[in-house]
């Protein structure tokens, strides 16, 4: 199906373990993005990518790794999760910057307990 | 990028008309105004955006003040499935990337 897929949709996950979300899409769109949301926060900028092997931080990617083999995909890992880090993540792609909306995914409900 | 300033909730009557306002006093000229909601526990989904000229698409239009400083986002007949947190961003031209959200306006639309 075409769009923009998130996986797992839940994960529950222990302290110090690394986790993987995994982000595709099948629009072979340049740009995509992981935003975090948290109550009192909102949608927080983790990092972002404009083309495969090209990413860069947003606001908030301490703790976090990208990576951009692939246009379609865009992982985000956690490399040793801490409680901080239980939140909804939210994927999202967009063809243009500035011409097209982003598109976002379902979101993945993570828990590090 | 410029920041923006929405009321925190709003209420709407479903059939009649929201009006969501958004101030940006400090953008700049190659900046864009981008509307976005986010419906309970869902990704936000975007609605329209606009540089100086209004906007209308099949969800909503966008009246952007003559100096720029202020939009309003107008859903036409607001349906219960309008109730969401409603998000005005401005982003700028043709260096900035990143999309950055604030804490946005709920809106609840009621019978």
């Known amino acids: 199906d075409a769009g923009i897929t998130q996986s797992p949709r839940y994960k529950i996950t222990e302290t110090g373990r690394q986790v993987t979300l995994m982000c595709h899409q099948t629009w072979s769109h340049s740009y995509m993005f992981w935003y975090r949301q948290d109550l009192g926060h909102g949608l927080r900028l983790i990092y972002y990518s404009a083309a495969a092997d090209i990413t860069d931080k947003g606001e908030v990617p301490d703790g976090y790794v990208v990576s951009r083999s692939k246009t379609e995909n865009f992982p985000l890992t956690l490399e040793s999760a801490t409680r901080s880090q239980t939140s909804v993540y939210f994927c999202?792609?967009?063809?243009?910057?500035?011409?097209?909306?982003?598109?976002f995914g379902s979101g993945t409900r993570l828990t590090v307990v | 990028d410029a920041k923006t300033t929405q009321p925190t909730s709003m209420d709407c009557a479903e059939g009649r008309a929201a009006n969501l306002p958004c101030n940006h006093s400090t953008i700049s000229g190659n900046e864009y105004v981008y509307w976005y909601r986010q419906i309970h526990s869902q990704g936000p989904q975007y609605i329209i955006h606009?540089?100086?000229n209004n906007e209308t698409n099949e969800m909503a239009s966008l009246i952007i003040t003559e100096d720029r400083k202020s939009s309003t986002l107008i859903l036409p007949h607001a349906t219960l499935r309008d109730t969401a947190v409603y998000y005005c961003i401005v982003r700028g031209g043709y260096n900035t990337d990143k999309l950055i959200f604030g804490t946005g306006t709920r809106l609840q639309v009621f019978p």
């Open positions: 999202a792609s967009s063809e243009n910057r500035i011409l097209y909306g982003y598109t």
């Open positions: 606009g540089l100086k």
